[in-house]
């Protein structure tokens, strides 16, 4: 394994609450992506995406994901950051690569209302269209699929025997 983990997956997917628990295991450093774009903007990811728009949006996020130093870290992505080759290229050389795998269902049961999560969609695509379209993605970029369909402690526990 690398000395390294990045968690991708759906906003939703329990990225941020997993690597938490990930790092804390490890004794890692953790670094969550979306966290880090608001503490450099001093805004929310929905007040930057109203105000920069997609494209911007999209090059802030890959800016503040190619910055991550890694050095026995866990890394929280977005879940918009498989949109950028370079930055995923960045978090596969330097980490193992864990999609979050949920499903359509349990993401919108633990998220039903996405308008104030900066989640970068076309105006004219569904939530089940974006679902499906990043599903893909984040399959490609992975190194390992983890289900998180029951508890935290069970999606852990699944990493720990991956990794």
Known sequence: MKKSISLIGMAGAGKSSIG?????YLKF??????QVIEANHNKSLQEILVDNGIQEFKKIEEAAILSVEFNQTVLATGGSAIFS?????????????????VS???IMDRIPDFSNRGFIKEADHTMKHAFNERESMYRYFADHVVKNNESLESCFNKILQVI
Do not use: G, P, R
Request: net charge negative.
């Open 20 to 24: 938490k628990k990930l790092a804390n």
């Open 29 to 34: 450093d953790l670094v969550d992506s979306d």
């Open 85 to 101: 080759k370079k930055a995923m290229n960045h978090i596969k050389s330097n980490s193992s690569v864990i999609y979050l795998e």
């Open 104 to 106: 359509f269902e349990d």
